[in-house]
């Protein structure tokens, strides 16, 4: 199967310049200009990250070089080549793998991402992928979760919460976005928000060594939030899943008042931007409305 199978690939494959050896040697030779790396790898698994038996593997395949680019734009690198590995079922195992490069391959050529190499295996048990990707960093240097500073403003892109209805498989990374802001802009601290807006939030803030006040008449809170309240009966709230639920894989910046105002202000960027919080010296995350005094907010979301 797994020669059958490098053969359709290297079919599907156009050559890239930037990959002198890729697909039938035992390694990979990457032409990075800059000489440096932004390297990030996601393992997605039947059962945890999508249900084989729901959803196409057309969708599966978006999703896992999805998150990595997704990865790479918080740290506002520019893709350059991903390595795809595949544990696959054995009941039909060639169909699947080139199912799940259908749906990848289209993702890769928006963003210009060679496919570089990978592995491919079967077993008895359910589907696992597992995705290594190389970017290369911005000339202004890789944006980090660490140099947050009190008195910043924290900045979102696109609305929040209710991703289970099918954001988390058809997002499209927010990589031209992280290309436009690192060229026109000086980014504090960055992370992509796949975990939980609160949750991931939280990560900047310890890595900084400061706190937060979220402005939660800020937050946009998805339809698809609103409709997962209102189908369920826990009590949990529009607000509460824009503020706890994983992978919506927005960018959530951190960034000085007077080039928030900027970020803000511009029309031109691949999607909007708003301030939704502020940071501070005093640790832990609290959240406010308008004329209200903040009070302290649970940290929710995905615990790995």
């Known amino acids: 199967m797994e020669a059958e199978f490098i053969a359709w690939l290297r079919g599907r494959l156009a050559a890239d310049p930037r990959v002198p050896v890729g697909i039938g040697?035992?390694?990979?030779?990457?032409?990075?200009?800059?000489?440096?790396?932004?390297?990030?790898?996601?393992?997605?698994?039947?059962g945890v990250d999508f249900v084989l038996s729901e959803v196409s593997p057309r969708?599966?395949?978006?999703?896992a070089l999805a998150v990595n680019l997704s990865d790479l734009a918080a740290m506002g690198a520019k893709p350059v080549a991903a390595f795809i590995s595949l544990v696959l079922p054995r009941e039909n195992a060639l169909a699947l793998a080139q199912e799940l490069y259908e749906g990848l391959l289209p993702l890769a050529l928006r963003?210009?991402?060679?496919?570089?190499?990978?592995?491919?295996?079967?077993?008895?048990?359910?589907?696992a992928l597992s995705v290594t990707a190389v970017g290369e960093p911005p000339r202004c240097g890789v944006w980090t979760r660490g140099r947050a500073r009190p008195g910043?403003?924290?900045l979102a892109s696109g609305s929040f919460g209710g991703?289970?209805?099918?954001?988390?498989?058809?997002?499209?990374?927010?990589?031209?976005?992280?290309?436009?802001?690192?060229?026109?802009?000086?980014?504090?601290?960055?992370?992509?928000?796949?975990?939980?807006?609160?949750?991931?939030?939280?990560?900047?803030?310890?890595?900084?060594?400061?706190?937060?006040?979220?402005?939660?008449?800020?937050?946009?809170?998805?339809?698809?939030?609103?409709?997962?309240a209102q189908s369920r009966t826990d009590g949990i709230t529009p607000l509460d899943h824009a503020l706890g639920d994983g992978e919506?894989?927005?960018?959530?910046?951190?960034?000085?008042?007077?080039?928030?105002?900027?970020i803000a202000s511009?029309?031109?960027?691949?999607?909007?931007?708003?301030?939704?919080?502020?940071?501070?010296a005093e640790r832990g995350l609290r959240g406010c409305y308008p004329g209200h005094p903040?009070?302290?907010?649970?940290?929710?979301?995905?615990?790995h």
């Open 25 to 46: 040697s035992d390694a990979a030779v990457l032409d990075l200009p800059s000489q440096k790396a932004v390297v990030t790898t996601d393992a997605l698994m039947d």
């Open 59 to 63: 969708r599966v395949g978006w999703k």
């Open 111 to 127: 963003f210009q991402v060679a496919i570089a190499g990978g592995d491919t295996n079967c077993w008895n048990g359910p589907l």
């Open 152 to 154: 910043d403003l924290i």
């Open 163 to 228: 991703s289970i209805l099918g954001k988390h498989l058809d997002f499209t990374p927010r990589v031209e976005l992280a290309r436009q802001l690192a060229e026109r802009y000086e980014i504090h601290a960055a992370t992509d928000v796949s975990d939980g807006l609160s949750l991931d939030l939280s990560h900047i803030l310890s890595e900084s060594g400061v706190g937060a006040v979220l402005d939660l008449d800020a937050i946009a809170i998805a339809d698809a939030a609103r409709e997962l």
């Open 248 to 262: 919506d894989f927005e960018l959530l910046l951190v960034a000085s008042p007077a080039e928030a105002a900027r």
């Open 266 to 280: 511009d029309k031109s960027l691949d999607a909007p931007i708003r301030p939704i919080g502020t940071i501070t």
């Open 294 to 303: 903040p009070t302290p907010l649970a940290i929710r979301g995905y615990q």
